[in-house]
């Protein structure tokens, strides 16, 4: 697969010179996330919304993001990544999604939302290319939406998205759980009492979103995730298998 169907490099190194998570990866992290990102490429099929052009640049530029999250997670002998799942559909744009809730005396209601990215656990990924494509800017405040629709993801892989991924043998989910309980907790504090919030506000909507929040801030805004929240941060740590507050420092480090 991966000779028979090589990315074309020119693209892959402006996607990864554009790409802010990326920065500070090593040559041979490089070379696993290419990897990754071919089998992405290639075994995941690409849908058009609108008048939205998907080319090669595109898909590179969702692969590369979306497999940092899994570059250290068994990646060894794959053939595919992400199984279970084939579809991503792109808009040009925020897109409107209608959903049903249920309140607290049964009653359905249809609530319609504008929405940058979704994710469910057998369906296609939904982004905004706008919000996705690598030179997008937040202004540094740590938003990415191909990690946190990924993140869930990963969150789906035990058959439900509660913030709680299958974590690793040598990871304690009863540590997994009671730190993100409290941080989940402390962020609700904040918001209840109009205190300006540690994290993205959205965060706070339920255990699987403050999961892929935070994952957004370990990649994009690692050393104040880290310093904000260390518990989660080590935790986070563990289960990717990666460090990117130290790989951050590291890379200031050698501009100095």
């Known amino acids: 697969m991966l000779a028979r169907h090589p990315l074309d490099p020119e693209l892959w190194q402006t996607v990864v010179t554009r790409t802010d998570v990326l920065r500070g990866l090593g040559s041979d992290e490089l070379t696993r996330l290419h990897d990754l990102a071919t089998l992405f490429v290639h075994g995941k099929t690409f849908y058009a919304t609108h008048d939205l052009v998907i080319d090669d640049y595109v898909r590179i530029a969702i692969a590369a993001q979306a497999c940092l999250l899994i570059l250290n997670l068994d990646s060894a002998g794959r053939t595919e990544v992400y199984p279970g799942w084939r579809s991503i559909i792109l808009y040009p744009g925020a897109f409107v999604a ?5 309140d607290e005396v049964g009653i359905v209601h249809q609530r319609i939302l504008a929405l940058e990215g979704e994710a469910s656990p057998h ?16 202004g540094g405040d740590g938003r990415n939406v191909v990690l946190h629709e990924f ?39 904040q918001l209840e009492h109009h205190q300006h919030p540690a ?46 507050g130290a790989r951050l420092r590291g890379t200031n480090a050698g501009r100095m």
């Open 199 to 244: 994290l993205d506000p959205y965060a706070a909507t339920n255990p699987a979103e403050f999961f892929a929040v935070v994952t957004e801030a370990f990649f994009a805004t690692p050393l104040r995730l880290q310093h904000l929240f260390p518990d989660v941060y080590d935790q986070l740590v563990l289960y990717y298998r990666q460090d990117p």
């Open 123 to 138: 369906g296609p990924v939904v982004l905004s290319w706008e919000d996705a494509k690598p030179d997008h800017a937040h």
């Open 98 to 102: 209608r959903h049903d809730f249920r």
């Open 151 to 189: 993140a869930h993801k990963l969150d789906y892989l035990d058959g439900t998205a509660n913030g709680h991924p299958p974590l690793h043998a040598d990871m304690s989910t009863s540590t997994w759980a009671a730190v993100f309980a409290a941080a989940f907790a402390h962020l609700t504090r």
